[in-house]
C-alpha cells in the first residue's frame, strides 16, 4: 500500500497540529497504521499505532496523553492530533502500514512493510 502524509508544520510549544495518513489502497482498512518520527541525530522512534479491526491503539510514553491517534476506514485516513506540542517533538514523521500486526508488535519499526514519506514537525520554544 501507498502511503501519503502531510499536515506538518511549525507550532509554537504548547500549540497543536494535526497529522494525516491517507492510502488510494481500499485494503488500507486492513493495516495497521504505526507514527514513527526521526530527529536530527537520533534513531527513529515509535510514536502511536492503531490496529485495524479493534482499533487498539498504543502510544509511546513521552506523549501519552497529548497525542491521539484515531481511523477512518471509509476515507482511507488515519490523523495523529498532536496536543501541547514540546520542543522535543520536533521531527520528521512517518505514516507506516502492515497487515497482521499483534499487538505486542504495534511499536516495533520492524513490523510494518510500507511506508509514506515523511511530514517535518518544528516546535519552537
Known amino acids: 500500500v501507498q502511503l501519503q502524509a502531510y499536515g506538518g508544520g511549525t507550532a509554537q510549544a504548547g500549540g497543536s497540529l494535526r497529522l494525516s495518513c491517507a492510502a488510494s489502497?481500499?485494503?488500507?482498512?486492513?493495516?495497521?497504521i504505526g507514527w514513527f518520527r526521526q530527529a536530527p541525530g537520533k534513531e527513529r522512534e515509535f510514536v502511536a499505532a492503531?490496529?485495524?479491526?479493534?482499533?487498539?491503539?498504543s502510544y509511546a510514553e513521552s506523549v501519552k496523553g497529548r497525542f491521539t491517534i484515531s481511523r477512518d476506514n471509509i476515507k482511507n485516513t488515519v490523523w495523529l492530533q498532536m496536543n501541547s506540542l514540546r520542543p522535543e517533538d520536533t521531527a520528521l514523521y512517518y505514516c507506516?502500514?502492515?497487515?497482521?500486526?499483534?499487538?505486542?508488535?504495534?511499536?516495533?519499526?520492524?513490523?510494518?512493510?510500507?511506508w509514506g514519506q515523511g511530514t517535518q514537525v518544528t516546535v519552537s520554544s
Open positions: 489502497d481500499r485494503t488500507f482498512r486492513t493495516y495497521t
Open positions: 492503531i490496529r485495524w479491526n479493534d482499533r487498539a491503539t
Open positions: 507506516a502500514a502492515s497487515q497482521g500486526v499483534i499487538i505486542s508488535a504495534m511499536r516495533d519499526s520492524t513490523s510494518y512493510r510500507s
